[in-house]
Every structure is written in structure tokens, then in C-alpha cells.
């Protein structure tokens, strides 16, 4: 599965985003997909995850209320989208999307077999 994410860029803060990540891959509706974050000199950390079908989502405390995770599995768009909102400098990093092994979310990175190659997201104050 190669996944392809994209949408990154600079904003200020209070401003918002809009990341993608798309693959060609037509069971795409079979794996939950992540989005995790690495800011310079940091670890690599959760930010949020739905299921295989849409139904379930989680968040990081961090960015809960401010970001949203949806996927369009129709029309083969085979697309998960994370909508930033209200960003702040501390969101600045390198985004990164996932698929995990299964149709269930997860917030851990080891049980995400799929990575996309990141796009960077620069929050101003």
C-alpha cells in the first residue's frame, strides 16, 4: 500500500489546514489509517486515527476540539483527510500518514505497516 500525503505548508496561528493522504490501493476501506507528527529534535507522537469504515475515530488530548479525521472511501478516492484548525507554533512538525495492519485504529506506531513520506506543516506565531 503506498500512501501519498500532502496538504502541508505555513500558516499562522489561528489559521488552518488541511492534510491528505491518498492512495490508489482499492481495499483502502480495509485499514485504519493514522496521522502522527515529529517535530525537530522530538519523538514521533500520535495525533489521530479512524477505523477502516469511518465509524470510529480517536484523538490525541493535544489536538482534540481543534483537529477532525475523515476518510472518503467512495468513488475510489480511497482519501483520509485531517482538518487542522485553530493551529498553534506547537503544531509545527512533519505529518506523517499511516495504514495499520487491520480495519481497527491504533495509536501506536508499531501497528502501522503502511507510511507515507510526510509533509510538513510550519505553524508562524
Known amino acids: 500500500v503506498q500512501l501519498q500525503a500532502s496538504g502541508g505548508g505555513l500558516v499562522q496561528t489561528g489559521g488552518s489546514l488541511r492534510l491528505s493522504c491518498a492512495t490508489s490501493?482499492?481495499?483502502?476501506?480495509?485499514?485504519?489509517v493514522g496521522w502522527f507528527r515529529q517535530a525537530p529534535g522530538k519523538e514521533r507522537e500520535f495525533v489521530a486515527a479512524?477505523?477502516?469504515?469511518?465509524?470510529?475515530?480517536?484523538?490525541a488530548d493535544s489536538v482534540r476540539g481543534r483537529f477532525t479525521i475523515a476518510r472518503d472511501n467512495a468513488n475510489a478516492k480511497n482519501t483520509v483527510y485531517l482538518q487542522m484548525n485553530s493551529l498553534a507554533p506547537e503544531d509545527t512538525a512533519v505529518y506523517y500518514c499511516?495504514?495499520?495492519?487491520?480495519?481497527?485504529?491504533?495509536?501506536?506506531?508499531?501497528?502501522?505497516?503502511?507510511w507515507g513520506q510526510g509533509t510538513q506543516v510550519t505553524v508562524s506565531s
Open positions: 499511516a495504514a495499520s495492519r487491520t480495519s481497527e485504529l491504533a495509536t501506536m506506531s508499531y501497528d502501522y505497516r503502511y
Open positions: 479512524i477505523s477502516g469504515g469511518g465509524g470510529t475515530t480517536y484523538y
Open positions: 490501493e482499492r481495499s483502502f476501506g480495509l485499514y485504519g
